[in-house]
């Protein structure tokens, strides 16, 4: 089975990321961002008729997507949650595509985002498990950062086995930081941030420093994705999907062979075998970027790049969207900001953007293929996805 | 008990299932479930054997030597009875027997820790009903 050219992305929305939610609610964010993809896809609400939520992470709530359903005014013959951590958005695209291709919908509406901030972030964190859950009985009580420590542990491990180094890291962040300086809407657009700033902020779970750390905020982002007749007809180039590919290994690292190769070696190859498209061909990676270290695992299990050599990769490489291999031109969730499980989502609605030629003063000339990548967890999910405009 | 009040960090819950692990290290001993059918080591402890299916399980004392596969210091915590212990040192260790687990590295400055460092367990008696699986430099 192949969902190569089976759905396209059609419609995108995004909200500018702020520090606080500002009275904002989780609920009117997803309203906001819901109208604005339907009607950049040149679509009405009843012509909507798959839905699909990413779970906020703070609150827990019962049946999102008839909750969202009835605030719109949307009733889907396809609808779910897609609970992947940062890799729902990602994941949401194919399953969309998938849902499209065996006839049950046409136009499927894919909704991330929340009101959220450091109290609330923190609150969730000292809240008392309810949940008899194995990572609660045999890490929590040594004291884990969250997920920040598993990443830490990954980067450690990797520097052991690869010699890769704390300064090729901050060379992602940097980069990052330059492209967010050119897009209005990133969360640090105003703010500069060089390599050795990087590497002289504060070290948080070692190697990591406090840039190297995405933060919580409050955001949100919808996309539309549309069966062949329909995108033929948007008022927009289709950003088309032309292959995709999913793995997943468990949350908790104690559990994990090799913590530093990720199921992105499998989730990507499929992705680009469904595609037919070589890595070199490839014009723009949105790569999801939690923190420095994922986008160096992720360029190696990608195959944009040998397993081990991310770190010398990233520094030869000028990854801004003047660069010769642009990465994360929107800034990437390190610079644009991460509002729960829309940063995921930041991720594809840049690379449509660069695809439709709508990127604005960090345009890439010749966007014709994108290679996005969603991750959740602890590199526990991973979703690959090749676009294309064709 | 002044010690248990004081202990405001989360404590595991010891279930049917994972009982015998925390009731050993409370006679200081590493007590790992094998699994009768492929006779490997799992853990954490479950009802069904990761690698096999298998379901029975016999509980045998482990050498609690091993050696450090990753660490991280961490200099800022999300729960703040852990921000009072900062810095301190979160590790995978690899046991010799082959399971891996989450755990402290303790009696060692956090500078001095070491991927591939060998280490051995030390039993921290948190609560009079808890202890905690530690390691210290071997």
Known sequence: ?390 | MTHQNEYRKPLPVPSAVSQQFWAGLREREVRLPRCRQCEKFVFYPRTICPFCMGVEFDWVKVSGNGKVYSFTVVRRAMIPAFQEATPYVLALVELEEGPRLTTNIVNCDVGNVRVDMPVQATYDDVTAEITLLKFEPA
Not at chain 1, 7 to 17: H, R
Not at chain 1, 164 to 189: C, E, G, H, I, S
Request: charged share 20%; with cysteine.
């Open chain 1, 1 to 390: 089975m192949t969902l190569n050219r089976s759905a396209a992305i059609t419609g995108i929305s995004e909200i500018k990321p702020t520090p606080s939610a500002d009275g904002k609610t989780t609920l009117g964010i997803w309203t906001d961002v819901s109208r604005q993809a339907v009607l950049d896809a040149g679509l009405s609400m009843s012509d909507i008729d798959g839905l699909l939520v990413a779970p906020p992470i703070v609150g827990m709530v019962a049946m999102w997507p008839a909750i969202l359903g009835e605030y719109l005014n949307v009733h889907p013959k396809y609808e779910d949650v897609v609970d992947l951590g940062g890799a729902s958005p990602a994941g949401m695209v194919w399953r969309a595509a998938a849902a499209i291709d065996a006839g049950l919908c046409k136009a499927v509406l894919c909704v991330s985002g929340e009101a959220s901030d450091i109290d609330t972030f923190y609150a969730r964190r000292s809240r008392k498990p309810t949940a008899q859950l194995p990572g609660r009985e045999f890490d929590v009580p040594y004291g884990p950062m969250g997920v920040n420590s598993g990443y830490a542990l990954i980067a450690a491990r990797h520097m052991h086995e690869y010699g890769t180094t704390p300064r090729q890291l901050a060379k992602v962040a940097a980069d990052q930081r330059t492209n967010a300086n050119a897009n209005p809407d990133a969360l640090f657009y105003d703010t500069q941030l060089t390599v050795d700033d990087v590497l002289e902020s504060p070290l948080i779970v070692d190697p990591l420093h406090l840039f190297e750390i995405v933060r919580p905020c409050t955001g949100g982002a919808a996309i539309v994705v549309t069966a062949p007749d329909v995108a033929k007809e948007s008022q927009h180039t289709p950003a088309w999907l032309l292959g995709a590919g999913e793995s997943s290994r468990g949350t908790l690292l104690s559990q994990v062979d090799d913590i530093t190769t990720s199921p992105i070696a499998k989730s990507a190859p499929k992705a680009f075998e469904m595609a037919g498209v070589e890595r070199k061909e490839i014009d723009l990676i949105s790569a999801y970027d939690c923190y420095t270290i994922t986008v160096v695992v992720t360029l190696e299990d990608a195959g944009f790049c040998e397993k081990g050599r991310g770190g010398p990769f990233v520094e030869e490489h000028d990854l801004t969207y003047q660069g010769d291999l642009p990465l994360n031109t929107h800034g990437g969730q390190l610079s644009f900001g991460q509002p729960g499980l829309a940063g995921g989502m930041s991720h594809l609605t840049e690379a449509v953007r660069q695809l439709q030629g709508r990127a604005g003063d960090r345009q890439l000339p010749d966007c014709e293929l994108a290679f996005v990548n969603g991750n959740g967890g602890v590199m526990s999910e991973q979703v690959s996805l090749v676009l294309g405009v064709e």
